[in-house]
């Protein structure tokens, strides 16, 4: 029953999602893209303290940004809440700069990572959805098995086991919308294939893990898993 319900309730979630899904004009979509990609970039040299590479990136996506905004289409550039999220999103990024060039790498990533939010908010609330959108959910489903990596379940207790099947046949849903989701070009590319069918093998192996109350390979792939997982929303999310 708690896995019947646990797929019902994710089926129903991606449902609601898709139905309500618009698509983003060429202008804007162009602009958040570019902003997104270049964000990654550098939240992931200020992850790994690289604070010279960090302020590089972040000066990159300032002139892509500024290239993008000139481009914006007159109504796009009339939406007043989405001007307010433009200028919040700007204000931000330039504080990670400032941040980063005063030596204080840890506060500059937080600040790159809120810089996200007033452009997902505006688009949440107008139902445009990107296919970054999928990997975040992908993530949020994949986070309840994470927890089993930290802390080592007991597989012998049948509610626990039957927690963590339900919570893999979640992620495999998630991983299979992500699948259908993704631009052609990208569901095409090498780098994403290898890692979403990498990934999607491996959660796929789970239940057999748990049936056998194998602890030491439950581990094992949930370590594997979680690699997989930081790279897709590194690279796609």
Known sequence: MVRTLAIVAT???LLCAGAL????????????????AHRRVAAGYLRTHNGDLGAVEI???????????????????????????????????ADSLKAVDGGDVERARALLEDAAKPLDAWRKSNG?????DCIAEMTAAYERLDGYRRS??????RPTAERIVSYAEGAVAALDRCNREAPADVRREPEFRRLLDGML???????????????ARLH?????????????????G
């Open 11 to 13: 089926l129903q979630a």
């Open 21 to 36: 899904a618009r698509e983003l004009p060429p202008d804007l979509r162009a602009l958040i893209e570019g902003f997104q």
């Open 59 to 93: 000066e990159r996506l300032r002139e892509r940004w500024s290239a993008d905004r000139r481009k914006l289409t007159p109504a796009s550039a009339a939406d007043a809440p989405l001007a307010a999220a433009l200028a919040r999103t700007e204000g931000l990024v």
């Open 128 to 132: 445009f959805r990107l296919f970054s």
């Open 152 to 157: 080592r379940p007991d597989l012998a207790d």
């Open 201 to 215: 093998g491996s959660v796929r192996q789970i239940p057999e893990a748990v049936g056998t109350r194998d602890a």
């Open 220 to 236: 094992r792939l949930l370590i594997e898993q979680r690699s997989f997982e930081r790279l897709l929303a590194f690279r796609f």
